[in-house]
């Protein structure tokens, strides 16, 4: 069964850049049919689309975001990352990452990570 | 204040059936844009439970049903176990946002 496990910074102080990596395992990052998305939950809030990307480098970034995002993605190394930059308090969450189907829909998830953003 | 609007909280007892809904408008539900729902249970990640309106996954309980008409969308959980408590959520795309679309939530309380 594949896995997704994200790692990264779990204390990002505001107006620097939060960089998140999410490892692939038991399976390959490389299908033309499959997206790689973040997903973040806010304390005490609800889901937040962040975006994805396709092995062959395509992204969607959430309009809210896209001044600030930037969603890459490593075939050799079998990962994607997220970077935001000029992070606020608004930013702090647990960052989810996720396998994406053509269709919208995630299938697979990571466990999250928490990053706070504080001084 | 979310797109896709769910009541923020649904409650029932062991063994009764408690429906969600999730309501939207031309540019996303109503655009024929599919809708998704996922179990969001206390200290795990969130879990895929619904696809493309009234699919299941391989291994989700048949006690948990997808249907959408219109604008809107509604998860049916019949058969209510304690397990089930925990948050659900819908999903879809927005056109007018480009965007894809989160529900606000609800909490599922099994009394």
């Known amino acids: 069964q594949l896995q997704l496990q994200a790692s990264g910074s779990g204390l990002v102080k505001p107006s620097q850049t939060l960089s998140l990596t999410c490892a692939v395992s038991?399976?390959?990052?490389?299908?033309?049919?499959?997206?790689w998305g973040w997903i973040r939950q806010p304390p005490g809030k609800g889901l937040e689309w962040i975006g994805y990307?396709?092995?062959?480098?395509?992204?969607y970034y959430n309009p809210s975001l896209k001044s600030r995002l930037t969603i890459s993605v490593d075939g050799s190394k079998n990962q994607f990352s997220l970077k935001l930059n000029s992070v606020t308090a608004a930013d702090t969450a647990v960052y989810y990452c996720?396998?994406?189907?053509?269709?919208?829909?995630?299938?697979?998830w990571g466990q999250g990570t928490l990053v706070t953003v504080s001084s | 204040q979310s797109v896709l609007t769910q009541p923020p909280s649904v409650s029932g007892a062991p063994g009764q059936r408690v429906t969600i809904s999730c309501t939207g408008s031309?540019?996303?539900?109503?655009?024929?844009?599919?809708v998704h729902w996922y179990q969001h249970l206390p200290g795990t990640a969130p879990k895929l439970l619904i696809y493309v309106n009234n699919n299941r996954p391989s291994g989700v309980p048949d006690r948990f049903s997808g249907s959408k008409s219109a604008t809107s969308a509604s998860l049916a959980i019949t058969g209510l176990q304690p397990e089930d408590e925990g948050d659900y959520y819908c999903q879809s795309y927005d056109s007018s946002l480009s965007a894809v679309i989160f529900g606000g939530g609800t909490k599922l309380t099994v009394l």
């Open positions: 990307i396709y092995h062959s480098g395509t992204t």
């Open positions: 031309r540019s996303n539900i109503g655009a024929a844009f599919d």
């Open positions: 996720a396998r994406g189907s053509l269709t919208d829909f995630f299938d697979l």
């Open positions: 038991n399976g390959s990052i490389s299908s033309n049919f499959e997206s």
